[in-house]
């Protein structure tokens, strides 16, 4: 595992962070980082060794976002979004199904993101009405990041079961599946997009899991919720020219350069 933090260090260092400020600016995250990470064996962290992936644990996991973030976090933001759909084909009971995904995804020849409309708490903004078949979905999911960018979408709906349904589905427009970009004030290049889906159909054998629907806490108007909004609101008004000006004399920095990445 050391030689795969070394390598996200030397891809973080040499690639990501010297292209960070235009892959800031420009409309998508460049390809080219995206198949550097796949050369380096990182789409494939939590994959079964059979399968080319690497059964990392969790904490490795965390060190990679720490390293690769560091570089680029638009990038990193988009390679994220992927690993959990390799989880849940590595756990699901379709052995069909992850033979026929996780090979490729673990190379990076494939990849996925994640549409979380079945999970966010309150109303419950993905739906999915069995016909024969398979499902059609219904519904909104206002964050779905990696448009254009990955190969399918790892979506999760309620079935009027009330069983929380798994499904593996296409990432590509169509009749039923129509998405607006959403204008992000970081990392906008990872193509965030908000989708609409409108009786959407997805074949049963893209079901990945199935399992009773425990709606997810609230975590709105909490002690950590407030803190955020709150740091966010001091963080623009501290940037207004006076007031920067007086807090960096203050901390004693206006002046200094500041020091380089290492």
Known sequence: MNDLLARAERLANEVLFPASLATDTGARVPEAHLQLLAREGL??????????????????????VEVLASGCLTTAFVWIQHHIA????????DSALARAWLADLCAGRRRTGLALGGLRPG????????????WLLDGTVPWVTGWQLVDALLAFALSPEQERLSLLLDAVPADTLSMTPQRLVAANASCTVEIRFREHFVARERLVASEPYTPPPA????????????????????????????????????????????
């Open 86 to 93: 390799v989880q849940a084909l590595a756990a699901t009971p």
């Open 219 to 262: 975590h709105d108007g909490e002690h950590a919720e407030r803190l955020a909004r709150e740091a966010l609101f001091l963080l623009v008004f501290g940037s207004r020219p006076a007031i920067r000006t007086a807090l960096l004399e203050t901390l004693g920095v206006l002046g200094e350069t500041p020091p380089a990445r290492r």
């Open 43 to 64: 789409f494939g962290v939590f994959g079964p060794p059979e399968l080319g992936g690497i059964a990392s644990a969790s904490a490795v996991f965390a060190q990679l």
């Open 123 to 134: 109303p419950l903004q993905l739906r999915a009405r069995p016909v024969n078949g398979g």
